[in-house]
């Protein structure tokens, strides 16, 4: 069993910055694809972005096109730990964030993939 505690959510303007982080309990860390996405009032799941294992492609990352070139995903298996760094963000960027583990080490956009998931983090962003 992995547990998964999302940290950093808040409050911030438009145009500002802010930086997920997931810590995971367990040994096996480092073989699980990780991957967070966001939920907005009302809506669907929606995929945000994932990291690969390294063992399999060196930690390849894949992103939303909605938040390509503005979000980075990175991961230490040392500290357990992937992040969501968050620049230039926007009133649309406004939800809850989860942080998920796929027990492969190939990451998915599909929600369904996942096995372990976070409580969630609000992130608002003001305009």
């Known amino acids: 069993q992995v547990q998964l505690v999302e940290s950093g959510g808040g409050l911030v303007q438009a145009g500002g910055s802010l930086r997920l982080s997931c810590a995971a309990s367990g040994r096996t860390f480092s073989s699980y694809a990780m991957g967070w996405f966001r939920q907005a009032p009302g809506k669907e799941r929606k995929f945000v972005a994932a990291?690969?294992?390294?063992?399999?492609?060196?930690?390849?990352?894949d992103y939303a096109d909605s938040v390509k070139g503005r979000f980075t995903i990175s991961r230490d298996n040392a500290k357990n730990t992937v992040y969501l760094e968050m620049n230039s963000l926007n009133p649309e960027d406004t939800a809850v964030y989860y942080c998920?583990?796929?027990?492969?080490?190939?990451?998915?956009?599909?929600?369904?993939?996942?096995?372990?998931w976070g409580q969630g983090t609000q992130v608002t962003v003001s305009s």
């Open positions: 990291i690969a294992a390294i063992s399999w492609s060196g930690g390849n990352t």
């Open positions: 998920a583990a796929d027990r492969s080490p190939y990451f998915s956009r599909w929600h369904g993939e996942y096995d372990y």
